[in-house]
């Protein structure tokens, strides 16, 4: 449900990432959704995306020159030469050296997320958010939440030279689809005001696209700043669709938050990165934790992430 009339424009700086979609497209059909929703211009609408990274077709690389061959280019970084690694790798790297993280501090994030993840997975958390496409149970759990070792963690090669970022530390690639059902007042209503989330406010800010993993602090700050009477306090949850574990602790160093308020049941670094379907899988999180009260704390929470190019997208919703 949203109140809200408008919506800032969210097609600027969209780049593709690896060839796949932008990785907020969906979150910007949500925003899109509950806007045509508040001008009356439909009643109900599906919004959400979809991700199949794993159907991807090759992606060639334009030659260098008349004499050059197409080159294949990976979906992973860190594969090929550098110009076929992500921006993303780099970006995350220039803000952890910026901000002093260390491989270790990294590593015990990721760690701690899978951790996470696993204790939400063994609880059945995630059962009510998952729809299998059979008749089998292990469809209904998240399959990709196992916890590494500490060990294999650090023995992990980085992706640049003498840099920080590892396949352990970094979200992984990932298959997913998630969608959300915006409604007006008026079918809230009638359908008896069943627990749902409301969309109280939005921010969209952009960045140099080799800032892009400071993107989703910048659009925190510009949403923070339009919080319209609510405090910090008043957040009961964060969920973060992070690129690294670099860019998830940035985020909680500058924008001072608790640890424990971002993604309580692991984030990316645990469940992956499904591209066109992470912004969605974040608001179904939110729903969990807020509409079906899972989360004991504040009725609010917040949902972000940074697209490939440079920018950052934050939500805050309302549990009612």
């Known amino acids: 449900m949203s109140d809200e009339p408008r ?12 060839g796949a979609a932008p990785p907020a497209a969906l979150d910007a059909a949500i925003l899109a959704a509950a806007r045509a929703v508040s001008l009356g211009d439909a009643q109900t609408i599906v919004a959400g995306g979809a991700e199949a990274i ?4 090759w992606r060639v690389a334009k030659p260098r020159s008349l004499q050059q061959l197409p080159r294949f280019l990976s979906h992973e970084p860190g594969s090929g030469d550098e110009r076929e690694g992500p921006a993303h790798i780099e970006s995350s790297e220039a803000l952890a050296a910026e901000l002093g993280i260390g491989r270790a501090e990294q590593d015990a994030y990721a760690l701690r997320s899978h951790l996470k993840a696993e204790q ?3 609880g059945k958390r995630f059962v ?3 729809s299998p496409l059979r008749a089998n149970a292990e469809e209904a759990r998240d399959q990709s939440s196992v916890a590494p070792d500490f060990k294999d963690l650090a023995q992990q090669a980085p992706y640049l030279p003498d840099g920080t970022l590892t ?26 005001k069943p627990r749902g989330l409301r969309l109280v406010a939005h921010a969209a800010r952009g960045t140099a696209p080799d800032n892009e993993a400071a993107a989703p602090i910048e659009a925190m700050q510009k949403l923070k700043a339009g919080f319209n009477g609510y405090r910090p306090s008043d957040i009961g949850v964060i969920e973060m669709s992070e690129s690294s574990a670099a860019q998830a602790i940035a985020l909680i160093r500058s924008l001072e938050v608790d640890e424990d308020l ?9 469940r992956g990165h499904p ?7 974040l608001v179904a999180r939110l729903f969990t934790r807020l509409a079906r009260g899972e989360n004991k704390g504040p009725p609010l929470g917040i949902a972000t992430l940074g697209v490939a190019g440079g920018m950052g997208l934050a939500a805050l919703f309302e549990a009612v």
């Open 120 to 122: 939400a997975r063994e």
């Open 7 to 18: 919506d800032e424009q969210l097609s600027r700086l969209y780049r593709e990432a690896g």
């Open 275 to 281: 591209f066109a379907a992470a912004s969605s899988v």
């Open 167 to 192: 396949p352990g530390n970094t979200s992984s690639l990932h298959d997913g689809a998630a969608m959300a059902v915006v409604v007006s007042k008026s079918v809230w209503a009638s359908l008896g």
């Open 262 to 270: 971002v993604n309580p049941d692991g984030g990316a670094l645990a």
């Open 128 to 130: 009510g958010e998952i």
């Open 54 to 57: 794993s159907m991807a077709p």
